[in-house]
Protein backbone atom coordinates (compact mmCIF):
# COMPACT_ATOMS: atom_id res chain seq x y z
CA UNK A 1 0.00 0.00 0.00
CA UNK A 2 1.35 3.37 -0.71
CA UNK A 3 0.49 5.53 2.11
CA UNK A 4 2.93 8.78 0.77
CA UNK A 5 2.07 11.19 -2.59
CA UNK A 6 5.65 10.36 -4.74
CA UNK A 7 4.21 13.45 -6.86
CA UNK A 8 5.22 16.61 -4.69
CA UNK A 9 5.23 16.38 -0.59
CA UNK A 10 2.60 18.35 0.95
CA UNK A 11 4.63 21.49 2.27
CA UNK A 12 3.50 23.82 5.15
CA UNK A 13 3.24 26.81 3.19
CA UNK A 14 1.21 25.97 0.37
CA UNK A 15 -2.20 25.54 2.54
CA UNK A 16 -1.34 28.24 4.18
CA UNK A 17 0.51 31.54 2.95
CA UNK A 18 2.51 33.04 4.91
CA UNK A 19 1.83 36.74 4.13
CA UNK A 20 -2.01 35.62 4.59
CA UNK A 21 -1.06 34.40 8.24
CA UNK A 22 -0.68 37.31 10.91
CA UNK A 23 -4.26 38.77 10.30
CA UNK A 24 -5.54 35.36 10.74
CA UNK A 25 -3.71 34.64 14.06
CA UNK A 26 -4.80 37.96 15.08
CA UNK A 27 -8.77 36.97 14.40
CA UNK A 28 -7.93 33.84 16.09
CA UNK A 29 -6.95 35.86 19.13
CA UNK A 30 -10.08 37.84 19.13
CA UNK A 31 -12.18 34.86 19.25
CA UNK A 32 -10.50 33.29 22.00
CA UNK A 33 -10.82 36.35 24.06
CA UNK A 34 -14.76 36.21 22.66
CA UNK A 35 -14.85 32.75 24.21
CA UNK A 36 -13.16 33.05 26.89
CA UNK A 37 -15.77 35.95 28.62
CA UNK A 38 -17.95 33.18 28.72
CA UNK A 39 -15.26 30.84 31.14
CA UNK A 40 -17.50 31.00 33.79
CA UNK A 41 -20.66 28.85 31.77
CA UNK A 42 -17.87 26.03 31.11
CA UNK A 43 -18.96 22.85 32.26
CA UNK A 44 -16.67 19.82 33.70
CA UNK A 45 -16.97 16.37 31.38
CA UNK A 46 -14.96 12.87 32.02
CA UNK A 47 -13.31 11.49 29.64
CA UNK A 48 -14.81 12.27 26.34
CA UNK A 49 -13.46 8.48 25.31
CA UNK A 50 -13.74 6.20 28.17
CA UNK A 51 -15.80 8.47 30.28
CA UNK A 52 -13.30 8.18 33.44
CA UNK A 53 -13.87 10.84 35.76
CA UNK A 54 -9.98 10.57 36.56
CA UNK A 55 -8.18 13.33 34.78
CA UNK A 56 -5.22 15.14 35.57
CA UNK A 57 -4.36 18.06 34.77
CA UNK A 58 -1.76 17.83 31.88
CA UNK A 59 -1.19 21.76 30.52
CA UNK A 60 -2.80 25.32 30.18
CA UNK A 61 -3.05 27.30 27.27
CA UNK A 62 -5.29 30.11 26.08
CA UNK A 63 -6.68 30.15 29.45
CA UNK A 64 -8.19 26.80 28.88
CA UNK A 65 -7.42 23.68 31.05
CA UNK A 66 -6.05 20.45 29.51
CA UNK A 67 -6.75 17.00 31.48
CA UNK A 68 -5.04 13.88 30.79
CA UNK A 69 -7.23 10.87 31.14
CA UNK A 70 -5.80 8.44 33.59
CA UNK A 71 -7.64 5.16 32.25
CA UNK A 72 -7.03 5.99 28.40
CA UNK A 73 -4.70 8.53 28.07
CA UNK A 74 -6.87 10.76 26.09
CA UNK A 75 -6.24 14.59 26.58
CA UNK A 76 -9.26 16.45 26.77
CA UNK A 77 -10.07 20.60 27.71
CA UNK A 78 -12.50 20.98 30.46
CA UNK A 79 -14.18 22.83 31.68
CA UNK A 80 -15.42 22.89 28.25
CA UNK A 81 -17.49 25.63 26.57
CA UNK A 82 -21.45 23.64 26.09
CA UNK A 83 -22.86 23.08 22.80
CA UNK A 84 -24.77 26.31 22.25
CA UNK A 85 -21.18 28.29 23.22
CA UNK A 86 -19.63 26.41 20.56
CA UNK A 87 -22.60 26.92 18.32
CA UNK A 88 -22.05 30.88 19.41
CA UNK A 89 -18.76 30.47 18.72
CA UNK A 90 -18.54 29.20 15.14
CA UNK A 91 -21.38 31.36 14.28
CA UNK A 92 -19.72 34.76 14.98
CA UNK A 93 -15.61 33.56 14.37
CA UNK A 94 -14.18 36.12 12.80
CA UNK A 95 -11.15 33.53 11.84
CA UNK A 96 -13.66 31.60 9.43
CA UNK A 97 -14.66 34.40 8.29
CA UNK A 98 -11.42 35.39 7.16
CA UNK A 99 -10.35 32.02 6.37
CA UNK A 100 -13.44 31.70 4.12
CA UNK A 101 -12.96 35.06 2.72
CA UNK A 102 -9.32 35.08 1.81
CA UNK A 103 -6.96 31.60 2.64
CA UNK A 104 -8.98 29.19 1.93
CA UNK A 105 -9.47 31.04 -2.34
CA UNK A 106 -5.64 31.13 -1.72
CA UNK A 107 -4.70 27.67 -1.10
CA UNK A 108 -7.65 26.05 -2.55
CA UNK A 109 -5.87 24.82 -5.41
CA UNK A 110 -2.75 23.57 -3.64
CA UNK A 111 -5.03 21.72 -1.40
CA UNK A 112 -7.55 19.92 -3.86
CA UNK A 113 -4.20 18.78 -5.17
CA UNK A 114 -2.70 18.02 -2.58
CA UNK A 115 -5.22 17.03 0.30
CA UNK A 116 -8.66 16.36 -1.10
CA UNK A 117 -8.01 14.22 -4.25
CA UNK A 118 -5.54 12.00 -1.90
CA UNK A 119 -8.16 11.91 0.00
CA UNK A 120 -10.88 10.69 -2.58
CA UNK A 121 -8.11 8.20 -3.40
CA UNK A 122 -7.79 7.12 0.18
CA UNK A 123 -11.74 6.56 0.25
CA UNK A 124 -12.27 4.59 -2.71
CA UNK A 125 -9.07 2.12 -1.82
CA UNK A 126 -11.14 1.99 1.47
CA UNK A 127 -14.48 0.90 0.04
CA UNK A 128 -12.59 -1.02 -2.58
CA UNK A 129 -10.57 -3.14 0.08
CA UNK A 130 -13.91 -3.96 2.30
CA UNK A 131 -16.16 -4.40 -0.36
CA UNK A 132 -18.48 -1.50 0.27
CA UNK A 133 -21.51 -0.89 -2.17
CA UNK A 134 -21.06 2.37 -3.91
CA UNK A 135 -24.36 3.84 -3.28
CA UNK A 136 -24.95 6.56 -0.89
CA UNK A 137 -21.73 8.55 0.72
CA UNK A 138 -22.45 10.97 3.33
CA UNK A 139 -19.65 13.47 4.67
CA UNK A 140 -20.64 15.25 7.98
CA UNK A 141 -18.94 18.55 8.57
CA UNK A 142 -18.23 19.00 4.82
CA UNK A 143 -16.87 22.80 5.36
CA UNK A 144 -16.19 24.55 1.95
CA UNK A 145 -17.40 21.11 -0.05
CA UNK A 146 -14.13 20.54 -1.52
CA UNK A 147 -13.74 16.66 -1.11
CA UNK A 148 -17.44 16.09 -1.75
CA UNK A 149 -17.53 18.11 -5.17
CA UNK A 150 -14.19 15.90 -5.95
CA UNK A 151 -15.81 13.05 -4.79
CA UNK A 152 -18.95 13.56 -7.36
CA UNK A 153 -16.93 14.41 -10.11
CA UNK A 154 -15.40 10.57 -9.97
CA UNK A 155 -19.20 9.69 -10.02
CA UNK A 156 -18.49 6.45 -8.51
CA UNK A 157 -21.23 6.75 -5.81
CA UNK A 158 -24.81 6.95 -6.98
CA UNK A 159 -25.70 10.07 -4.58
CA UNK A 160 -23.08 11.97 -2.34
CA UNK A 161 -24.91 14.16 0.82
CA UNK A 162 -23.12 16.73 2.22
CA UNK A 163 -23.75 17.34 6.63
CA UNK A 164 -22.96 20.89 7.31
CA UNK A 165 -24.64 22.90 10.51
CA UNK A 166 -22.89 26.36 9.91
CA UNK A 167 -25.14 28.23 7.51
CA UNK A 168 -22.38 29.90 5.78
CA UNK A 169 -20.34 26.71 4.64
CA UNK A 170 -23.26 24.72 3.90
CA UNK A 171 -24.65 27.59 1.45
CA UNK A 172 -20.74 27.65 0.16
CA UNK A 173 -21.99 23.81 -0.60
CA UNK A 174 -24.91 24.36 -1.93
CA UNK A 175 -23.16 27.21 -4.46
CA UNK A 176 -21.07 24.25 -5.75
CA UNK A 177 -24.55 22.11 -6.42
CA UNK A 178 -24.08 19.63 -3.85
CA UNK A 179 -26.97 18.01 -1.86
CA UNK A 180 -26.89 19.82 1.60
CA UNK A 181 -28.38 18.65 4.94
CA UNK A 182 -27.85 21.63 7.19
CA UNK A 183 -28.13 20.19 10.37
CA UNK A 184 -25.77 18.55 12.76
CA UNK A 185 -25.48 14.77 12.13
CA UNK A 186 -27.41 13.58 15.68
CA UNK A 187 -30.60 15.43 14.01
CA UNK A 188 -30.29 14.02 10.65
CA UNK A 189 -33.25 11.21 9.85
CA UNK A 190 -32.54 10.05 6.36
CA UNK A 191 -35.74 8.75 3.77
CA UNK A 192 -34.92 5.25 3.54
CA UNK A 193 -32.00 4.99 6.13
CA UNK A 194 -29.27 3.47 4.04
CA UNK A 195 -26.04 5.02 4.15
CA UNK A 196 -23.19 3.15 2.92
CA UNK A 197 -20.02 5.22 4.04
CA UNK A 198 -20.00 8.04 7.12
CA UNK A 199 -16.84 10.27 5.97
CA UNK A 200 -15.53 12.74 8.47
CA UNK A 201 -12.46 14.52 8.21
CA UNK A 202 -11.06 16.65 11.22
CA UNK A 203 -14.43 17.15 12.80
CA UNK A 204 -14.61 15.01 16.05
CA UNK A 205 -11.60 17.05 17.63
CA UNK A 206 -14.15 19.98 17.95
CA UNK A 207 -17.16 18.82 19.32
CA UNK A 208 -18.72 18.87 23.00
CA UNK A 209 -19.34 15.17 22.81
CA UNK A 210 -17.88 12.92 20.10
CA UNK A 211 -20.03 9.90 21.58
CA UNK A 212 -23.06 11.73 20.63
CA UNK A 213 -21.62 12.67 17.35
CA UNK A 214 -20.72 8.84 16.40
CA UNK A 215 -23.96 7.43 17.58
CA UNK A 216 -25.61 9.85 15.06
CA UNK A 217 -23.24 8.29 12.26
CA UNK A 218 -24.43 4.98 13.43
CA UNK A 219 -28.04 6.05 12.93
CA UNK A 220 -27.32 7.31 9.19
CA UNK A 221 -25.30 3.90 8.90
CA UNK A 222 -26.45 0.76 6.71
CA UNK A 223 -26.12 -2.34 8.87
CA UNK A 224 -22.57 -3.59 7.55
CA UNK A 225 -21.93 0.67 6.12
CA UNK A 226 -18.51 2.00 6.81
CA UNK A 227 -17.45 5.22 8.87
CA UNK A 228 -14.22 6.87 8.04
CA UNK A 229 -12.91 9.25 10.36
CA UNK A 230 -9.53 11.27 10.63
CA UNK A 231 -8.38 13.76 13.36
CA UNK A 232 -5.47 14.49 15.35
CA UNK A 233 -3.41 11.46 17.12
CA UNK A 234 -2.52 12.96 20.30
CA UNK A 235 0.73 10.10 20.16
CA UNK A 236 1.91 10.93 17.35
CA UNK A 237 5.43 13.10 16.48
CA UNK A 238 4.27 16.32 16.49
CA UNK A 239 1.63 16.36 19.82
CA UNK A 240 4.03 14.24 21.31
CA UNK A 241 7.52 16.19 21.13
CA UNK A 242 4.99 19.88 21.33
CA UNK A 243 2.96 19.21 23.68
CA UNK A 244 1.35 22.73 24.25
CA UNK A 245 3.33 24.93 21.82
CA UNK A 246 1.84 22.62 19.14
CA UNK A 247 -0.44 24.62 16.77
CA UNK A 248 -2.74 21.31 17.01
CA UNK A 249 -3.53 22.23 20.66
CA UNK A 250 -6.10 24.94 20.34
CA UNK A 251 -9.03 26.18 21.83
CA UNK A 252 -11.21 24.66 19.14
CA UNK A 253 -9.70 21.07 19.49
CA UNK A 254 -11.49 19.91 22.60
CA UNK A 255 -10.98 16.20 22.14
CA UNK A 256 -7.21 14.82 21.56
CA UNK A 257 -8.04 11.10 20.82
CA UNK A 258 -4.97 8.52 19.80
CA UNK A 259 -6.34 4.99 17.76
CA UNK A 260 -6.18 2.90 20.96
CA UNK A 261 -8.89 5.43 22.44
CA UNK A 262 -10.60 6.23 19.63
CA UNK A 263 -10.93 2.17 18.97
CA UNK A 264 -12.62 1.48 22.15
CA UNK A 265 -15.13 4.85 21.55
CA UNK A 266 -15.89 3.43 18.06
CA UNK A 267 -16.56 -0.10 19.80
CA UNK A 268 -19.37 1.29 22.48
CA UNK A 269 -20.82 3.27 19.79
CA UNK A 270 -21.72 0.44 17.65
CA UNK A 271 -18.82 -0.19 15.23
CA UNK A 272 -15.87 -2.97 14.75
CA UNK A 273 -12.68 -0.95 13.97
CA UNK A 274 -11.21 -2.29 10.95
CA UNK A 275 -8.24 -0.37 10.13
CA UNK A 276 -6.30 1.98 12.34
CA UNK A 277 -3.59 4.18 10.13
CA UNK A 278 -1.20 7.05 10.44
CA UNK A 279 -0.71 8.65 7.08
CA UNK A 280 0.20 12.34 8.48
CA UNK A 281 2.85 14.16 6.12
CA UNK A 282 3.49 17.16 8.34
CA UNK A 283 4.92 16.18 12.06
CA UNK A 284 8.88 16.24 10.84
CA UNK A 285 8.50 19.99 9.42
CA UNK A 286 6.18 21.16 11.51
CA UNK A 287 8.45 20.39 14.76
CA UNK A 288 11.46 21.45 12.54
CA UNK A 289 9.24 24.88 11.88
CA UNK A 290 8.75 25.27 16.11
CA UNK A 291 12.49 24.76 16.02
CA UNK A 292 13.42 27.06 13.58
CA UNK A 293 11.25 30.06 15.14
CA UNK A 294 13.00 29.43 18.93
CA UNK A 295 9.90 28.00 20.04
CA UNK A 296 10.59 24.46 20.78
CA UNK A 297 14.23 24.76 22.11
CA UNK A 298 15.87 21.80 20.05
CA UNK A 299 19.28 22.26 21.64
CA UNK A 300 17.85 20.46 24.71
CA UNK A 301 17.36 17.42 22.25
CA UNK A 302 20.88 16.46 20.08
CA UNK A 303 19.00 13.62 18.61
CA UNK A 304 16.44 15.37 17.06
CA UNK A 305 18.78 17.81 16.35
CA UNK A 306 20.77 16.02 14.06
CA UNK A 307 17.42 14.62 12.41
CA UNK A 308 15.63 18.01 11.92
CA UNK A 309 18.28 20.28 11.40
CA UNK A 310 21.25 19.40 10.83
CA UNK A 311 20.58 15.93 8.66
CA UNK A 312 17.04 17.27 7.53
CA UNK A 313 17.30 17.48 3.70
CA UNK A 314 18.97 13.55 3.85
CA UNK A 315 16.59 12.52 6.50
CA UNK A 316 13.40 14.64 6.91
CA UNK A 317 11.23 12.42 4.25
CA UNK A 318 12.51 9.39 4.97
CA UNK A 319 11.85 10.19 8.83
CA UNK A 320 8.47 11.16 8.32
CA UNK A 321 7.54 8.26 6.01
CA UNK A 322 8.49 6.19 9.28
CA UNK A 323 6.42 7.67 11.26
CA UNK A 324 3.84 7.37 8.83
CA UNK A 325 3.68 3.92 8.14
CA UNK A 326 4.14 3.06 12.14
CA UNK A 327 1.28 4.79 13.75
CA UNK A 328 3.54 7.65 14.86
CA UNK A 329 2.41 10.25 13.08
CA UNK A 330 -0.43 12.84 14.88
CA UNK A 331 -2.70 12.41 11.91
CA UNK A 332 -5.05 9.44 11.83
CA UNK A 333 -7.61 7.79 10.09
CA UNK A 334 -9.54 5.12 11.54
CA UNK A 335 -12.31 2.74 9.10
CA UNK A 336 -14.99 1.01 11.29
CA UNK A 337 -18.16 -1.51 10.18
CA UNK A 338 -21.32 -0.08 11.91
CA UNK A 339 -22.33 -3.72 13.30
ZN1 LIG B 1 -10.31 7.97 29.03
Redesign the pocket.
Known sequence: MNEHPEAGRLTFEEISPEHLVPEQVERFASDIQRLLQHRHEFVAV???????E??EKFFEKFGMTYLV??????VYISPRPTPALLEMYYATSENYAYWNKYIFPASENARREKIFRPRVDRILEICGRHNVPRGVLLEVGAGFGTFCEELQRRNVFRRVIAVEPTPDLAQTCRNRGLEVIEKPIAQVHLEGGAVDVVASFEVIEHLFSPREFLFGCASVLAPGGLLVITCPNVKGFEVAVLGAISDTVDVEHLNYLHPR?LSNLLTKCGFRVLEAMTPGELDAELVRRKALAGEFKIDAHPFLKELLIDRWEELGDAFQRFLAENGLSSHMWLVARRV
Open positions: PCPACESRGCSDCETS
